[in-house]
């Protein structure tokens, strides 16, 4: 593994349906976050977690759910997809103790809810 | 409430300077960040300025100036692989980022 993964790359799902988002980092880095992309708007964030065992609400956490049970792993969890839900998903990690602490992005899950 | 604003898209010629603005009101500030990001692709790194002034790597330079919740990114002797979208971010007082809705960059030849 290099950098962050993410999986799926793509999919498709029916609304109603339960969907896990899997983000997995090999960087060491303590806060990961999963942000969504929407034409038009900004990245916003729905849900991070500054350190293993910690999780916390973004902008958007609304039919999200995350876990964060080490420091490699950050899945996140749609219950009941709704086609609101449609769009391009980001997971992210940051470091710390650096003189910049940028944040670096896996490659992305492009999500349709039908 | 929070708010980042840049241009939704600008258009500059191969071999030209281009100056993408953004400006902000969030609570805190803990620096600024400039992302970019191809068509289809993850945002990645450009460039940090946590104090005014301007920070210039290669080709690229970010500027800003807290008072006025203003900075910019300048981009010098443009290539065609610099078209892409352009994402302004700033850290706020939860060191969490809020996020410009992005410039998308058309280069022409």
């Known amino acids: 593994i290099a950098g962050i993964t993410q999986a799926p790359t793509s999919q498709i799902l029916a609304a109603g349906r339960r969907m896990t988002l899997r983000c997995t980092q090999d960087m060491r880095h303590n806060a990961m976050y999963w942000y969504r992309q929407d034409l038009g708007l900004g990245l916003r964030l729905i849900h991070y977690s500054n350190t293993a065992g910690t999780t916390g609400k973004g902008e958007v956490p609304d039919g999200y759910s995350v876990s964060r049970a080490n420091t490699d792993d950050f899945p996140l969890t749609l219950a009941s997809a709704v086609p609101s839900q449609t769009s391009v998903y980001f997971c992210?990690?940051?470091?710390?103790?650096?003189?910049?602490?940028?944040?670096?992005f896996g490659p992305g899950t492009r999500l349709t809810v039908l | 409430g929070q708010n980042i604003d840049q241009p939704t898209e600008m258009t500059a010629t191969e071999g030209a300077i281009v100056q993408i603005n953004c400006t902000y009101q969030?609570?805190?500030?803990?620096?600024l960040f400039w992302y970019q990001q191809h068509a289809g692709e993850a945002p990645t790194f450009l460039s940090y300025?946590?104090l005014d002034g301007l920070e210039e790597k290669g080709r690229f330079s970010s500027f800003l100036s807290r008072s006025k919740g203003y900075s910019y990114l300048l981009l010098k002797e443009l290539q065609m692989k610099d078209s892409a979208s352009y994402l302004c971010a700033v850290m706020d007082s939860n060191y969490q980022l809020i996020w410009g809705a992005g410039t998308k960059l058309i280069i022409k030849p």
């Open positions: 300025n946590v």
């Open positions: 992210a990690t940051r470091g710390s103790g650096g003189a910049v602490d940028e944040q670096f």
């Open positions: 969030t609570s805190g500030f803990n620096g």
